[in-house]
């Protein structure tokens, strides 16, 4: 499984010079905690990425007021890109040497393609263990029902007797 086919396409974006409440509605509306931060002379261009955690530890933990800020102003312009093409794993050690929890997914030719978070790759990684806990199960339920014991306990088999150990 590669991260195209598990990254979310359609992003979210908003113009660096919106203000902060823009984003932040933006965020609500659209149920999500990261934002692309468009060029305002180019909006096909991505510039930055602002997180809701941005948001809570720069702008309000600071005190800030969102009235008086532009969203670029508390935006990251270090954008971490993964191929479209890249593993499950190769996504999570790119968010683990970069320290982030979302990524950008690119296509060969460079072109971002959508938006990977870690609650994209925790889902994906549930979905496969799941799918291993229950191949463990169904092999344990065969095998249970190819070996049948040879007598059901509290019965006494025909032509065995148990004996009784006295000490």
């Keep these: 499984m590669n991260l195209a086919s598990l990254c979310r396409r359609e992003i979210i974006s908003v113009s660096a010079e919106a203000s902060v409440h823009k984003a932040a509605e933006l965020m609500r509306v659209h149920h999500v905690g990261a934002l692309?931060?468009?060029?305002?002379?180019?909006p096909t261009r991505v510039m930055g990425v602002v997180t809701d955690r941005d948001l809570v530890v720069n702008l309000l933990a600071q005190g800030c007021s969102p009235e008086e800020q532009n969203v670029g102003a508390f935006s990251s312009v270090h954008l971490i890109r993964v191929p479209g093409t890249s593993s499950v794993y190769e996504g999570v050690q790119a968010m683990h040497q970069h320290g982030v929890r979302r990524v950008f997914v690119t296509e060969p030719g460079g072109r971002l393609m959508g938006l990977l978070s870690v609650d994209d790759l925790l889902v994906s990684i549930a979905d496969e263990l799941n799918g291993l806990s229950e191949a463990l199960r169904v092999g344990i339920d065969m095998e249970s029902a190819r070996t049948s014991p040879m007598f059901t306990p509290g019965e006494q088999p025909e032509g065995m007797y148990l004996a009784q150990h006295e000490p």
């Design 36 to 42: 692309a931060l468009t060029d305002p002379e180019d």
